[in-house]
T-cell receptor, first 114, second 111 residues
Framework: DVKVTQSSRYLVKRTGEKVFLECVQD?????MFWYRQDPGLGLRLIYF???????EKGDIPEGYSVSREKKERFSLILESASTNQTSMYLC?????????????FGQGTRLTVV | QKEVEQNSGPLSVPEGAIASLNCTYS??????FFWYRQYSGKSPELIMS????GDKEDGRFTAQLNKASQYVSLLIRDSQPSDSATYLC???????????FGKGTSLLVTP
C-alpha cells in the first residue's frame, strides 16, 4: 500500500510564526504535491515537485515555499503565518509524469493560525 | 483556467438506489480522470480511475467517460449509508503533473 504520511494532524500557530509542514512517502514516487482545502473552494494546488530539488508553483503559491532535499520528503513552509492560511493542508504523491498516474493523499494537517 | 465543474449537492438518495454523480471539464487535453471519496474531516481516497471513453466497472462503482462531451460520471449501485461522503472529480492532462479537482458533490444516502 502507498503510504503518504504528514507529520502533524492538527497544528495551532501564532500569526507571524514560520511554520513547517512535513510530508513523507514510502513508494519512491517522483511527484509530490501540496494542496490546501477550504469550504466552498475545493482543493487548490500550492506547489509541486517532480524531482529532488525541483519545484513548480501551483495556483496559489503566495505566502508559501517548499523544499525537497530527498525524494521521499516534501516540506511546505509558511514564511510568516497569517490567519488567512488557516486551512486543511493535504500532501499527495504520484509515480511520474504520464497519463495513468493517480495521486495518493496523506491524512491531512488542519492548521489554525491565531 | 482549466475548470472542473461538479454540482455541490447535497444529492440525497435512499438506501439501495443508484447514485449518479456528474463532472464536466474544460481542458480538451485531459487524458486521465479520477474519482475520490472524502469523508468529513478525512483526506481524499481514490475509488476509480478511467482513461478511455466508455464505462469502467469496479464492484458497485461504474465510471463513465465521454471525451467528446467532456463529461465524466460515477454511478454507485445499491447505495449504502456508508457511501455518504463528498465525491471529488479530478482531471489530469498528459502534459501536466498535478490533478485539477472539482469542488465536490456531497452525497447523502438515507436508510
Amino acid at each position: 500500500d502507498v503510504k503518504v504520511t504528514q507529520s502533524s494532524r492538527y497544528l495551532v500557530k501564532r500569526t507571524g510564526e514560520k511554520v513547517f509542514l512535513e510530508c513523507v512517502q514510502d513508494m519512491d514516487h517522483e511527484n509530490m504535491f501540496w494542496y490546501r482545502q477550504d469550504p466552498g473552494l475545493g482543493l487548490r494546488l500550492i506547489y509541486f515537485s517532480y524531482d529532488v530539488k525541483m519545484k513548480e508553483k501551483g495556483d496559489i503559491p503566495e505566502g508559501y515555499s517548499v523544499s525537497r532535499e530527498k525524494k521521499e520528503r516534501f516540506s511546505l513552509i509558511l514564511e510568516s503565518a497569517s490567519t488567512n492560511q488557516t486551512s486543511m493542508y493535504l500532501c499527495a504523491s504520484s509515480l511520474f509524469l504520464g497519463a495513468n498516474t493517480e495521486a495518493f493523499f496523506g491524512q491531512g494537517t488542519r492548521l489554525t493560525v491565531v | 483556467q482549466k475548470e472542473v465543474e461538479q454540482n455541490s449537492g447535497p444529492l440525497s438518495v435512499p438506501e439501495g438506489a443508484i447514485a449518479s454523480l456528474n463532472c464536466t471539464y474544460s481542458d480538451r487535453g485531459s487524458q486521465s480522470f479520477f474519482w475520490y471519496r472524502q469523508y468529513s474531516g478525512k483526506s481524499p481516497e481514490l475509488i476509480m480511475s478511467i482513461y478511455s471513453n466508455g464505462d469502467k466497472e469496479d464492484g458497485r462503482f461504474t465510471a463513465q467517460l465521454n471525451k467528446a462531451s467532456q463529461y465524466v460520471s460515477l454511478l454507485i449501485r445499491d447505495s449504502q449509508p456508508s457511501d455518504s461522503a463528498t465525491y471529488l472529480c479530478a482531471v489530469k492532462a498528459d502534459s501536466g503533473y498535478a490533478l485539477n479537482f472539482g469542488k465536490g458533490t456531497s452525497l447523502l444516502v438515507t436508510p
